[in-house]
């Protein structure tokens, strides 16, 4: 059975920084593109990042040079580090293993206020 585990959620300041993890169990993790999505209060779920199986990488044009989506194959993790973040960030985040097998895991909140 696939499962995608985030942590590292939490409230922030604005202009703080956050790290978001997310490992995967009962997936050969390097196989498969990993999303990072989002879903703020009343509004669609949206995609932040992406990485390639060869580590390349595409942003939301409103985190680009903010945040930055990473793997690690060997400890079948993903990861988000978020730096600069504004409350517009705000939001439940996700990761997704891409088709062939997708799976979504169970998300993890990150508010950024004052």
């Known amino acids: 059975q696939v499962q995608l585990v985030e942590s590292g959620g939490g409230l922030v300041q604005p202009g703080g920084s956050l790290r978001l993890s997310c490992t995967a169990y009962?997936?050969?993790?390097?196989?498969?593109?990993m999303t990072w999505y989002r879903q703020a209060p009343g509004k669609e779920r949206e995609m932040v990042a992406i990485?390639?199986?060869?580590?390349?990488?595409n942003y939301a044009d409103s985190v680009k040079g903010r945040f930055t989506i990473s793997r690690d194959n060997a400890e079948s993790t993903l990861y988000l580090q978020m730096n600069s973040l504004k409350p517009e960030d705000t939001a439940v985040y996700y990761c997704?293993?891409?088709?062939?097998?997708?799976?979504w895991g169970q998300g993890t909140q990150v508010t950024v206020s004052s």
């Open positions: 009962g997936l050969t993790f390097r196989n498969y593109a």
């Open positions: 990485i390639s199986i060869f580590g390349g990488t």
């Open positions: 997704y293993s891409n088709p062939p097998d997708p799976h």
